[in-house]
């Protein structure tokens, strides 16, 4: 079975979500002159399979490989597939299709909506991550020395595929990392999914009906708000210290463990200023624990307030958290008290193994 979510906007699209939905490339592109179908070694065989898709559909597509991971999201690697698509003399009659994890979406993404001022674009995510998140919603980039996702465009994509069928190469410690995102979801917006991760906290029994349920929520909160200004917001639950975690780890901590334990210091905070209950906050820090996501973190707690601080989420100078005021309820709590802070960092620090 196919799950189709919409997502609204100016453009609107769909998520398809399923096995196999891949082959769905040579209903999306019919009648695109040319296709670069963008990839890292990783896929190569999943974008060979792309490429015959469209091929067979009469699309003259190319497969073009980009480095793996974040090593894809440079100002040089975005430069090198300028000159690959002038060589392959894509048009705006044209298409890309970027096929990978979100290191490749992003990078696709932002190659496309550059080129000739901005071509269409198709993502075929093969991370729960990508298939959740970085796929879905339109934005698109690039990191530069300064930081990540400092050069960008939003573009969004004319369709999303997530095949399911991919996920079976993913390696495991990246499915749990993207679970994080999911259960991120759960919290804000959709206890069905807190109950299916209750019965299966590894994801693998209900993944397709968890990443519908997660792009829901992702596509609910961008439809309405491409550009960032509100409702997408929330979607940033667990990510204010989540964030700060990934600097100061020089980025060698995964995204969604980074998130997980960020989700356990907003549950915390929030159960400070008595928007939680104490069985709500454990609720979080019990499932993520559950799903093999790490809970605690031991760290310089000066240092991470001083990264949040400077969050980009964080306006101005104030600190800004998205917590729940009761499960499924989220809200923005601005400049927390100090000892509220400090006590939900407790928790957190005490928590690290
Ligand atoms: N645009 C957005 O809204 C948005 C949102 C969230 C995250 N992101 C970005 O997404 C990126 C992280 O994405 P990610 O977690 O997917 O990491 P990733 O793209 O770096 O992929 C992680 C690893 O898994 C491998 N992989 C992916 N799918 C595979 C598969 N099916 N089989 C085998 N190997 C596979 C990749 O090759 C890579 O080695 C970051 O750059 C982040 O900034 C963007
Ligand atoms: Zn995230």
């Known amino acids: 079975m196919t799950r189709r979510v919409p997502v609204a906007g100016e453009q609107p699209y769909e998520v398809a979500i399923g096995a196999g939905v891949q082959v769905e490339l040579a209903l999306v592109l019919a009648g695109t ?12 065989a999943a974008a060979g399979a792309a490429v015959e898709t469209l091929q067979t559909a009469g699309v003259a597509a190319e497969a073009v490989v980009v480095p793996d991971g974040e090593a894809a999201k440079t100002a040089e690697v975005a430069a090198g ?21 979100g290191a490749v979406t992003d990078l696709a993404g932002f190659v496309a909506a ?5 071509i269409r674009f ?71 999914i807190l109950r299916l991760l209750d019965a299966d906290p590894t994801g693998r029994r209900d993944t397709e009906e968890l990443i519908e349920r997660a792009v829901r929520v992702k596509a609910d ?46 549950a915390e905070l929030a159960g400070q200023a008595g928007l939680l209950t104490r069985t709500e906050v454990d609720r979080h820090r019990d499932l993520v624990a559950a799903m093999g996501l790490p809970t605690g973190y ?4 000066a240092r991470l307030q001083q990264v949040m601080r400077v969050d980009k989420k964080a306006r101005g100078a104030s600190l800004r958290f ?32």
């Open 33 to 44: 002159p040319k296709v670069a179908v963008v990839h890292a070694p990783p896929l190569a």
């Open 81 to 101: 597939l300028w000159e690959e698509f002038g060589r392959l003399g894509l048009t705006r009659s044209d298409a890309v299709v970027g096929l990978g994890g």
């Open 114 to 118: 550059t080129w000739t001022r901005g």
């Open 122 to 192: 198709v993502t075929v995510p093969t991370s729960v991550l990508g298939m959740v998140d970085a796929a879905v919603g339109g934005k698109t980039g690039i990191n530069t020395g300064a930081g990540k996702n400092l050069v960008g465009a939003f573009h969004p994509p004319a369709a999303v595929l997530a095949d399911t069928d991919l996920l079976a190469g993913l390696p495991e410690a990246e499915f749990r990392s993207g679970m994080a995102e999911v259960v991120k979801c759960g919290f804000l917006a959709d206890a069905e």
């Open 221 to 266: 909160a961008v439809g309405e708000d491409l550009y960032d200004t509100g409702r997408r917001e929330f979607l940033n639950y667990g990510h204010t210290l989540g964030h700060a975690i990934e600097r100061l780890e020089d980025f060698g901590w995964r995204h969604g463990e980074a998130v997980a334990v960020g989700l356990v210091f907003a």
């Open 298 to 301: 031991a760290g310089d707690w």
């Open 322 to 353: 998205v917590v729940l005021d009761g499960l499924g309820n989220p809200t923005i709590l601005t400049d927390p008290d100090q000892s509220w802070l400090d006590a939900a960092w407790a928790a957190v620090n005490e928590g690290a193994t």
